[in-house]
């Protein structure tokens, strides 16, 4: 079974640049999530899925970032004039609703903004 | 709000040593907890979870945690540690019945000596 993809793997921007990262995430998984980790720390929800709409999207710098999945399956993480605060390597997971179901997470986006 | 204290940065061992990695956590309610480990410019990786039932947890890799409720705890232990094991480790808890919306802890660098 493959696991959660992300691409690209790595990204280097410019301050004022824009970048999107995309995930698809494991077969029949309806939960969907992004996380963001600095460096030396641990990931920090941005937003979460189930199916198409959103969940939670309370943490997501709105002015800047956006996240979609528009059919409920792949996902897209958008960040509009990155800033050099936003270097991170950018984490999505997925999982299957129901009790117990830990989410099981992608090899990352690392994003350096100079 | 719940949050999560790995007081150990760094943990260097010898191998074939045991180990033991310390969480404690924070959640007024019955909260859910993982471990996940982190190798260099990957992804994370699900160690184990805890829901309920026997406190005592096993995970992959001869990895086992306990949950002590009195003490807010769930640290993670090993009995003999192999050079493959140098990696970060993440502690994380989430409420009841929201299972992906993790809450990790910063991590700890296990290194181990040959």
């Known amino acids: 079974e493959a696991g959660v993809t992300q691409s690209p793997r790595y990204a280097v921007l410019q301050e004022g640049q824009a970048v999107s990262f995309w995930c698809d995430p494991i077969?029949?998984?309806?939960?969907l999530y992004w996380y963001q980790q600095p460096r030396d720390q641990g990931p920090q929800l941005l937003v979460y899925f189930r199916d198409e709409a959103v969940i939670d999207n309370s943490q997501l710098p709105s002015d800047r970032f956006s996240a979609v999945r528009p059919k409920g399956t792949n996902s897209t993480l958008k960040i509009q004039s990155a800033k050099q605060g936003d270097t991170a390597t950018y984490l999505c997971?997925?999982?299957?609703?129901?009790?117990?179901?830990?989410?099981?997470f992608g090899e990352g986006t690392r994003l350096s903004v100079l | 709000a719940q949050s999560v204290t790995q007081p150990d940065a760094r943990v260097t061992v010898s191998e074939g040593a045991s180990l033991q990695l310390r969480c404690k956590y924070s959640y007024s309610g019955t909260p859910y907890l993982f471990w996940y480990v982190q190798y260099p410019r990957q992804g994370l990786q699900l160690l184990l979870k805890y829901y309920s039932g026997d406190p005592v947890v096993q995970g992959v890799n001869g990895f086992e945690a306990e949950f002590i409720k009195s003490n807010s705890s769930f640290h993670l232990r090993k009995a003999s540690v192999h050079w493959s094991d140098s990696a970060v480790y993440f502690c994380?808890?989430?409420?009841?019945?929201?299972?992906?919306?993790?809450?990790f802890g910063l991590g700890t660098t296990l290194q181990v000596q040959p």
């Open positions: 994380a808890v989430s409420a009841t019945g929201n299972t992906g919306k993790l809450i």
């Open positions: 077969s029949g998984h309806d939960t």
């Open positions: 997971a997925s999982s299957f609703r129901g009790h117990n179901q830990a989410p099981l």
